[in-house]
């Protein structure tokens, strides 16, 4: 069991430069998570799937921000016209069911520059 | 919505003094799950403890907790700091309604 693979596990942008980030969860797995982890704000709830639907995306920035989860093993996420403010680590995690362990990738660092 | 608070940002300890870290929250459902994660440098978070029974002391790896739902509550306690448990420390709840929420996370600095 390899865990949460995200790929990739840098990336640098330029402003207004469109990211896609990769996450491959755990085989078995129906949830799914994105977080958005800074210094100041924490862990940010960003997007949740179950068995690859939508459920809630209420931490989406939504103009420029999506994911995407379109088979079982991978979910994407993407963010359009980036901005230095998006700079963070972005963190994908899937577990059974969300009130059992959540098993977190080792996160995608992304720098808008 | 649902909310955790963790209200401190850093807490520093001698090792060998007790630990204590806060952490309350907020929710309309009657039945929530609440975890402990730790995420030490480098690292990413992993599950540290969980409880939703009220009022049972939940323990891992020399940690301990207690969910009060009284007084919405799930503080962490160790009786003996170690230098290994210098980290991030983030209390996490699961209500029922889809998301797992997280605080902003407690940083323990421990000194020998």
């Known amino acids: 069991n390899a865990g949460v693979i995200q790929t990739p596990r840098h990336k640098v942008t330029g402003k207004g430069q469109e990211a896609t980030l990769w996450c491959e969860p755990i085989s078995g797995h129906s949830a799914v998570f994105w977080y958005r982890q800074t210094i100041v704000q924490g862990l940010e709830f960003l997007t949740y799937?179950?068995?690859?639907?939508?459920?809630?995306d209420s931490g989406m920035p939504k103009e420029r921000f999506s994911a995407q989860m379109p088979n079982q093993s991978h979910s994407t996420l993407k963010i359009q016209s980036t901005q230095p403010q998006d700079s963070a680590v972005y963190l994908c995690?899937?577990?059974?069911?969300?009130?059992?362990?959540?098993?977190f990738g080792k996160g995608t660092r992304l720098t808008v520059v | 919505g649902d909310s955790v608070t963790q209200t401190e940002g850093l807490v520093t300890l001698t090792e060998g003094l007790p630990v204590m870290l806060n952490c309350t929250y907020q929710?309309?459902?009657?039945?929530?799950?609440l975890f402990w994660y730790v995420q030490h440098l480098n690292e990413s978070p992993r599950l540290l403890l969980k409880?939703?029974?009220?009022?049972k002391r939940t323990e891992h790896q020399g940690f301990h907790a207690t969910l009060h739902k009284s007084s919405s509550s799930f503080h962490l306690q160790k009786s003996s700091a170690q230098l290994s448990d210098s980290a991030l420390y983030y209390c996490?709840?699961?209500?029922?309604?889809?998301?797992?929420?997280f605080g902003k996370g407690t940083v323990l600095l421990v000194s020998p």
């Open positions: 996490a709840l699961y209500s029922g309604y889809n998301k797992l929420t």
């Open positions: 799937f179950r068995n690859q639907a939508p459920i809630d």
């Open positions: 995690a899937s577990s059974p069911h969300p009130n059992t362990e959540v098993f």
């Open positions: 929710t309309i459902y009657s039945n929530p799950f």
């Open positions: 409880s939703f029974t009220d009022n």
